[in-house]
């Protein structure tokens, strides 16, 4: 709540409905919030994307709809998912704007995400973002992803690594050097080992947490 970030939910595509919500609400607040709701290639299938994105439409609702498009939805690919020239131009069907980037460009996707929300708070309504991007691992530990893809299609995508194309425009314009790097590397670390000990430590359950928010 202090970050203003809605927590993950495991069905798969509501989130865009609960951001729509949002967005709603502060719309009838006369406040100047603009939501950023994301979702996958997959996502986009789904009946609660259809329904988010017309009634976001439909209301003129300050929505930014992110579909990170990473080619794959566990096993299945875009190709399997739409016939659409682009997800962005699924956008055009609901009466509003939708843009393609490239989603492995660090400061192309801050110039688009910025454009959006500068013409969302400025009344616009809402807007869809595609971001091109590769999923390179796989979906999940219980994922054999050798199955439905080859190691040269990952291989190729390993020289648009976001990071390391950052670190080398960082570098070349003198704004990152090797200490620098490596400090970001350490600070990267200990927020990732912290991330790591919080999920593996043991909560004491309290019993009476199974009735805290049942009515009757």
Known sequence: ARHKVGIQCTPLTTQLLHGVGVAHAAKLRGEDTVVLAMCGDGAT????????????????LPVVFFVQNNKYAISVPLAHQSVAPSLAHKAV??????????????????AVLDR????????????LVEAHTYRMQAHTNADDATRYRQDSEVAEWLAK????????YLTGRGLLDDDGA?????KAEAVATQLRDGLGEDVPVDPQEL???VFS
Not at 182 to 186: H, Q
């Open 182 to 186: 490596a400090r970001i590397a350490e």
């Open 161 to 168: 690594d976001p990071i390391s194309r950052m670190k080398t």
């Open 211 to 213: 009735f805290r928010h």
């Open 116 to 127: 959006a929300v500068a013409l969302a708070r400025g009344g616009s309504g809402p807007l």
């Open 45 to 60: 299938s789904e009946g609660d994307f259809h329904e988010a994105l017309n009634f976001a439409a439909v209301f003129h």
């Open 93 to 110: 069907g609901y009466g509003m704007a939708g843009e393609r980037v490239d989603g492995n460009d660090v400061v192309a996707l801050l």
